[in-house]
């Protein structure tokens, strides 16, 4: 069965702090995506990668960076995070058919 | 500028009768197209695609329709549940170099009334 995990369900953090939300697939997938889904605005892209090492911007990068050293692991890194960040952030992983799989996603709240 | 576009932010529908979610496209080189759904705290499921060469796709209770002419796609479901009350979400693979991506538009709840 597919499976995409991400590290928390639920975070808080500080204005300023460095913030790491990891994502592990168990599919084998060449792609990882990071999401970010607020109300009204449905699903907006961050960063994808389609292989190890490799990485592209999507639609709203600004403010977040990412890394991916192994095939399975697509991490977020929030460098500097603000309060405008607060939002359910979404991993999803996909193979060359272009069905994405996504995890449960991580409630992140900056105070 | 939004190339997938469903333009009802919201549906209620009574169980046992027909949802029917909308979804238009402007990029005319979309040749693929998927549904997703969403509970509230859970990640998107896949729930069906369909391709261009096609002009409808069945899976159960789900079927989905292609009028490539109105670049225009709808979500079928019958009879709805009320365990079908989630967003709904149309994606196209992105027609550009990068066709990995998904361009998704904004969601429709359904609301599905016992």
């Known amino acids: 069965d597919v499976k995409v995990t991400q590290s928390s369900r639920y975070l808080v953090k500080r204005t300023g702090e460095k913030v790491f939300l990891e994502c592990v697939q168990d599919?084998?997938?060449?792609?990882m995506f990071w999401y970010r889904q607020d109300p009204g605005l449905g699903l907006r892209l961050i960063y994808f990668s389609y292989d190890v090492k490799m990485k592209e911007k999507g639609d709203i990068p600004e403010g977040y960076s990412v890394s991916r050293e192994k095939k399975e692991r697509f991490s977020l890194i929030l460098e500097s995070a603000s309060t405008n960040q607060t939002s359910m952030y979404l991993c999803?992983?996909?193979?060359?058919?272009?069905?994405?799989?996504f995890g449960a996603g991580t409630r992140l709240s900056v105070l | 500028d939004q190339q997938v576009k469903q333009n009802s932010p919201s549906l209620s529908v009574q169980e046992g009768r027909i949802s029917i979610l909308n979804c238009d496209y402007t990029n005319s080189m979309f040749d693929y197209f998927l549904w997703y759904k969403k509970y509230p705290a859970e990640g998107p499921t896949f729930l069906i695609s369909i391709s261009s060469i096609k002009d409808k796709n069945e899976d159960g209770r789900f079927t989905v329709f292609l009028n490539k002419s109105a670049k225009h796609l709808s979500l079928h479901i019958v009879p709805s549940q009320p365990g079908d009350s989630a967003v709904y979400f149309c994606?196209?693979?992105?027609?550009?170099?990068?066709?990995?991506?998904?361009?998704f538009g904004k969601g429709t709840l359904l609301t599905v009334n016992p």
């Open positions: 999803a992983s996909s193979s060359a058919d272009n069905i994405q799989y």
């Open positions: 994606a196209a693979p992105n027609s550009g170099g990068s066709n990995y991506k998904l361009t």
């Open positions: 599919m084998d997938h060449e792609n």
